[in-house]
């Protein structure tokens, strides 16, 4: 069975670096997702993406974020200039309309 | 502001036992509401509700919405200890253009042997 997969599996980054979070979509799927999960809160929304552009993002999504396809394939999250707060589990979920199939995740800690 | 609440927070149940977990949502212009079992990490989809008093069953799962009311519930059946996990409902309202997923805090559930 096609699966949502993601890398790394976790990342440790220090305050003020970017690091940027990868995912492989299930290859007939057209909607693209990240979604966070502080340790011990529930799961947040961040972006969606369509057709080659941002769909709907967060009020959590601002400048400090981005996503792109970049190359048909993978899609990624860049989180620049990380803080402290940024550490949480971070999901990729992909879908053909509203359900959606998460990935794994990278768990990313910011010290 | 969109609002998905569920309960119970946490439930200890024997093997055996039948439970119900119950999701509440305030979703402006509700589209659809959706479960999910979250293990140890990423959440695995269960089901999809658009409809009202429609029941979808997925062997000893089943789950209802009921539009009126707000509201909907998970059964298990039989538990297991294998249904040990944490269940969690979202809405989706259809103000979104993208299908983003308003998650609740979600239901622990622990199934003892």
């Known amino acids: 069975e096609p699966e949502v997969t993601q890398t790394p599996s976790h990342q440790v980054t220090q305050m003020g670096q970017e690091v940027i979070l990868r995912c492989v979509p299930i290859?007939?799927?057209?909607?693209f997702y990240w979604y966070r999960q502080i340790l011990g809160q529930k799961v947040e929304f961040l972006v969606s993406f369509y057709n080659n552009e941002i769909s709907e993002k967060s009020e959590i999504f601002d400048d400090q974020f981005s996503v792109e396809r970049p190359d048909g394939s993978n899609f990624t999250l860049k989180i620049r200039s990380t803080k402290l707060e940024d550490s949480a589990m971070y999901f990729c979920?992909?879908?053909?309309?509203?359900?959606?199939?998460f990935g794994p995740g990278t768990r990313l800690l910011v010290l | 502001e969109d609002k998905v609440v569920q309960s119970p927070l946490s439930l200890v149940v024997h093997e055996g036992d039948t439970v119900t977990l119950n999701c509440s949502y305030e979703?402006?212009?509700?589209?659809?509401l959706l479960w999910y079992k979250q293990e140890k990490k990423a959440p695995t989809f269960l089901f999809m509700l658009?409809?009202?008093?429609i029941e979808k069953k997925s062997g000893r799962l089943s789950s209802i919405l009921d539009k009126k009311e707000l509201f909907s519930i998970l059964n298990i059946t039989a538990t297991q200890t294998g249904d040990s996990a944490i269940y969690l409902c979202a809405g989706i309202s259809n103000s979104n253009s993208g299908y983003a997923l308003n998650f609740g805090k979600g239901t622990s559930l622990l199934v003892t042997p």
């Open positions: 290859s007939n799927h057209l909607y």
């Open positions: 979703v402006t212009n509700f589209r659809s």
């Open positions: 979920a992909t879908g053909t309309g509203e359900t959606q199939y």
């Open positions: 658009t409809s009202s008093g």
